[in-house]
C-alpha cells in the first residue's frame, strides 16, 4: 500500500495549491494597463473590469480636468499604458501632447465614437458661426451605455482571457444603468418646467435626457470669467424668467455665482458633473447622477 509521508503531503498541497490559482494568476498577467482621464468614466470602465483588475484614474473626481496638470506618477502610467480611455471634445486638454509620445498604447476617445451622442452649445464669443458640443457626454445614460459598450469592445480586444468577464460585467452594468435612467425619468418629473442657470454649459445632455429647461449659463467656459456685460445679462434673466436657483460646481469657487444671485430672489444651490467627496469605483457614476436629480428637485421643488 502506497504511503504519503508527511513530508510529501505538504509538498503536494502547495502543488495542489499552484494548479489551482496558475488560471487566475494568468488572467491577472493577461488583464491590461488601463488609464482613464475622468471619474465617472473611470467608474464605467471600472465596473466593466470587475473582478479582472483596476485601471487608474488621472483626475480626481475634486479636480477639474479643464485645468489639471499631469503629476509624474501619472506620466508613467500613461507611459506603461496598454489602453487609455479619455472622453476629448476639448474636455482634457492636458492630455493632448502626452498621448502623441504614446507609441504602444491604444488611445479611446469617447466623443468621437460612433454611436455617442452630441449636444451643441452656444455659439464662442470669438467667432460667433462656431458650433462647438457639450464635452460632457457621460451626462446622458444613454451615452454612458455606450461608453460601457465600447469599453468592453476594446477590453476584449486586447485581453480575450477575460473577455467573458467583460461581457459579463457589462450585461449586469446596463441593468443597473437601465434602473438608473428610471429612477431619474421619475425623480425629475416635477422639475421640467423650471427654468434655472447653471455656473457652466456643461450639462446639455442631461438636460436633453430628462428634459429640464437651463435658461442660461453664467459662463460658457469655467477657464474665461465672465465680464460685466454677461453678469448683468445673467441678473436680468433672473428677474425676468423668475428664476429659482442658480447651480455653482465644486470644482470651481462659487464667488461669481454668489455674486449673481446677491440681491435677488434666486437660491444658490451646487450641481457636481464630476463626483467630487465620492469614492472613486463603479459606484460613483451612479451616485452622481442620483445626486444630479436630487440636487436639481432639492432647489427647484422648493
Not at 489602453?83 to 504602444?104: C, H, N, S, W, Y
Not at 458640443?133 to 477575460?162: K, M, Y
Request: proline fraction near 7%; hydrophobic fraction near 45%.
Amino acid at each position: 500500500m502506497f504511503r504519503i509521508l508527511p513530508q510529501h503531503a505538504n509538498a503536494l498541497a502547495i502543488l495542489a495549491l499552484s494548479i489551482a490559482i496558475t488560471p487566475l494568476t494568468q488572467a491577472a498577467r493577461a488583464a491590461p494597463n488601463v488609464v482613464v482621464s475622468i471619474a465617472p468614466v473611470h467608474s464605467l470602465v471600472a465596473a466593466v473590469m470587475s473582478d479582472v483588475a483596476e485601471p487608474k484614474l488621472l483626475v480626481p473626481p475634486g479636480a477639474s480636468p479643464h485645468a489639471f496638470s499631469l503629476r509624474p506618477s501619472d506620466s508613467r502610467a500613461l507611459a506603461e499604458a496598454d489602453i487609455v480611455f479619455r472622453v476629448g471634445g476639448g474636455l482634457e486638454t492636458f492630455l493632448d501632447k502626452p498621448l502623441q509620445a504614446l507609441v504602444d498604447g491604444a488611445i479611446i476617445t469617447f466623443a468621437e465614437a460612433p454611436g455617442v451622442t452630441k449636444q451643441p452649445i452656444e455659439a464662442t464669443r470669438e467667432k460667433v458661426e462656431d458650433q462647438a458640443n457639450d464635452p460632457h457626454i457621460w451626462l446622458s445614460v444613454a451615452n454612458a451605455r455606450r461608453i460601457a459598450d465600447i469599453a468592453a469592445q476594446t477590453l476584449s480586444g486586447h485581453d480575450p482571457v477575460n473577455a467573458e468577464a467583460y461581457s459579463r460585467n457589462l450585461a449586469s452594468l446596463n441593468d443597473r444603468l437601465d434602473n438608473l435612467e428610471r429612477d431619474l425619468r421619475d425623480r425629475l418629473t416635477t422639475a421640467r418646467r423650471a427654468p434655472y442657470v447653471v455656473l457652466h454649459d456643461a450639462y446639455r445632455h442631461f438636460e436633453a435626457e430628462f428634459g429640464l429647461q437651463s435658461a442660461g449659463a453664467i459662463s460658457l467656459s469655467p477657464e474665461r470669467r465672465p465680464g460685466a456685460r454677461q453678469l448683468y445679462r445673467i441678473r436680468n434673466l433672473l428677474a425676468a424668467q423668475d428664476i429659482k436657483c442658480v447651480f455653482a460646481e465644486p470644482q470651481f469657487p462659487n464667488a461669481i455665482a454668489a455674486t449673481v444671485v446677491a440681491g435677488t430672489n434666486a437660491r444658490l444651490a451646487e450641481l457636481d458633473p464630476l463626483g467630487a467627496g465620492l469614492a472613486i469605483g463603479p459606484e460613483l457614476y451612479f451616485e452622481l447622477m442620483i445626486n444630479l436629480g436630487r440636487s436639481l428637485t432639492g432647489c427647484l421643488n422648493r
